[in-house]
């Protein structure tokens, strides 16, 4: 630190030296060189004159009325040197206050600027701890719940933004609130209906999957007629298309089910796994049809897709374990005390959920309480979504209800069992007997 302020301190007087010295000097009077200037210059236009009027180019009385002005313009010229010479010792005054002035200010302006723009701890040689952020943490970055919360806050303020709600909407559905998802989706459907925009396929198609969430995973309820609208404006959209499947299948429409299913299956082709499922999907419903009926609707597909829409039945005969296919084996049967409450058309569904994730069913089976006792596969087949199956989890939820109002969920009155948690790689056969009255 004693270094740097005797440092400061020399080139501060090294400044002094190179000016206050400059602002001491006298003015030197440069007036008695013009005196004589002037002089020499009256003395020979007098000479000029004088020959003037000897050659007679001028008379008398202008050569008197010349002579008086070269005098008095003579006596001007020396008059204003003698004044000026008398302020030179008020400029040398004056330029003593400055040199005495400068010599004070320089100091103190170049401490004041140090203090305000310096670092004393770097002139002390003391190095300055950085703040070091550890590696992978990122302070800036919001959690899903504040983001929420803001994006919420945000359309609260701003209610007929659709672009916001529809963020929001994808949001909901991240976080798995599929009710507040449906219903931000469907303000987005509001606020372009009353703008009179064209209806968006996409989002529609999201709006019905949000739907599709909070019935369990059924397309067969509110979701329907948004996929079968969607279905039209996107005839070739393979999400579509395989909802479309899915809904006629979960309906027990199996033709229909297999008219978008045969659609799909080569549109897919570049998508190994998922072409995979959608062909166990396909004999599934194929075995639920007569042959002949299957004949008909593969004569109905377009030549470039009857060799792609036959390859899923070969496919799907293999051993589930070939191509790595999760399968889980349930046998269900009833409680004898509980079959007065049950009538033969009662619906039964089998199904295995996610212990932890969406609702929807990654398998499901639908049958009847006349078929009791039986036992069921439930596979990566039955996936209603190819993100959605089995061999996806590691722990599932087997359930058995028997539904009185034949639609999927559980509701009050309806019997039921279930397992948990059963795992999907142990290839266990499950036991259920449904003795539980929700």
């Known amino acids: 630190m004693i270094s740097f302020i005797v440092s400061a301190v020399v080139l501060v007087l090294l400044a002094i030296i190179f000016i206050v010295p400059t602002l001491r000097k006298q003015n030197y009077a440069f007036s008695d060189e013009y005196d004589d200037l002037n002089v020499t210059i009256a003395k020979e236009r007098l000479v000029e004159i004088k020959l003037q009027l000897e ?32 302020e030179q010792p008020v400029a040398s005054k004056t330029n003593k206050l400055a040199a005495l002035i400068l010599a004070l200010s320089i100091p103190l302006a170049a401490a004041g600027l140090y203090y305000q723009l310096g670092d004393f701890k770097a002139a002390t040689g003391t190095r300055i701890a950085q703040t070091v952020i550890p590696a992978g943490e990122n302070h800036s970055k919001m959690t899903m719940e504040e983001a929420l919360a803001k994006l919420e806050q945000r359309l609260a303020q701003d209610p007929n933004n659709p672009d916001g709600w529809f963020m929001l909407g994808k949001t909901y559905m991240a976080v798995k609130q599929f009710h507040k998802a449906a219903a931000a989706y469907e303000k987005v459907l509001e606020l372009e209906s009353a703008s009179q925009q064209p209806e968006d396929p996409e989002l529609l198609l999201r709006y019905a999957d949000a739907i599709a969430m909070t019935e369990g995973g059924s397309l067969t309820g509110k979701a329907k007629p948004i996929v079968d609208k969607v279905i039209k404006m996107m005839p070739n959209n393979p999400t579509v298309l395989w909802m479309a499947g899915t809904s006629e299948s979960q309906q027990g429409n199996y033709a229909k089910a297999l008219t978008f299913w045969y659609k799909l299956y080569p549109i897919i082709s570049q998508d190994a796994e998922a072409q995979q499922q959608l062909s166990l999907l396909i004999k599934k419903a194929e075995d639920q049809l007569p042959a002949d009926k299957v004949a008909e609707l593969k004569k109905a597909v377009p030549t470039q897709m009857q060799q792609s829409a036959a390859l899923p039945t070969a496919q799907a005969m293999a051993p589930a374990g070939d191509d790595g296919a999760a399968q889980i084996m349930v046998s269900v049967e009833l409680d004898p005390s509980l079959k007065d409450r049950v009538s033969p058309g009662d619906t039964l569904f089998i199904f295995a959920k996610a212990m932890q994730g969406p609702p929807m069913p990654l398998a499901a089976v639908k049958k009847t309480v006349a078929d009791l006792p039986i036992t069921v596969s439930l596979s990566d087949a039955m996936a209603m979504m190819p993100q959605m199956k089995l061999s996806s989890f590691e722990q599932v939820k087997i359930s058995a209800v028997i539904s009185k109002s034949g639609q999927p969920g559980t509701q009050p009155g309806d019997l039921f069992a279930e397992k948990s948690p059963v795992n999907v790689k142990a290839q266990e056969k499950i036991k259920l007997i449904i003795n539980q009255i929700k």
Do not use: R, V
Not at 65 to 84: I, K, N, P, R, V
């Open 55 to 86: 050659s007679g180019e001028i008379n008398q009385q202008a050569y008197q009325q010349m002579h008086a002005e070269l005098e008095s313009t003579l006596a001007l010229d020396l008059s204003d040197a003698g004044q000026s010479g008398n």
